[in-house]
């Protein structure tokens, strides 16, 4: 069974950072893409970021690109996602999932929330 737990989210000041974290198990991590979508209130699921099974290539949405990065360490079955820059807008919770499929319907964790607020 696939499980995803994310942590590292919090409140912070517009402009701060913040990195978050997902520990994955029930499945074969180091061969499987995987990406971090969010949700703000009233919203849709909004796709992130991807990153393929070897660390490379990523890629970012528009909104986020240039101040988010997304890495991994597949020897400790972990995605990051380093947050700097950020906005109100980045306002959300976020969740890691494994890259198939649609961002609504593959394996996602419970989330974690970030507020971006002064």
């Known amino acids: 069974e696939v499980q995803l737990v994310e942590s590292g989210g919090g409140l912070v000041q517009p402009g701060g950072s913040l990195t978050l974290s997902c520990a994955a198990s029930g499945f074969t991590f180091s061969t499987t893409s995987m990406r971090w979508v969010r949700q703000a209130p009233g919203k849709e699921l909004e796709w992130v970021s991807t990153i393929y099974s070897s660390g490379r290539p990523t890629f970012y949405a528009d909104s986020v690109k240039g101040r988010f990065t997304i890495s991994r360490d597949n020897a400790k079955n972990t995605l990051y996602l380093q947050m700097s820059s950020l906005k109100t807008d980045d306002t959300a919770v976020y969740y890691c999932a494994t890259a198939i499929g649609s ?16």
């Open 103 to 118: 961002i609504n319907s593959s394996p996602r964790g419970q989330g974690t929330q970030v507020t971006v607020s002064s």
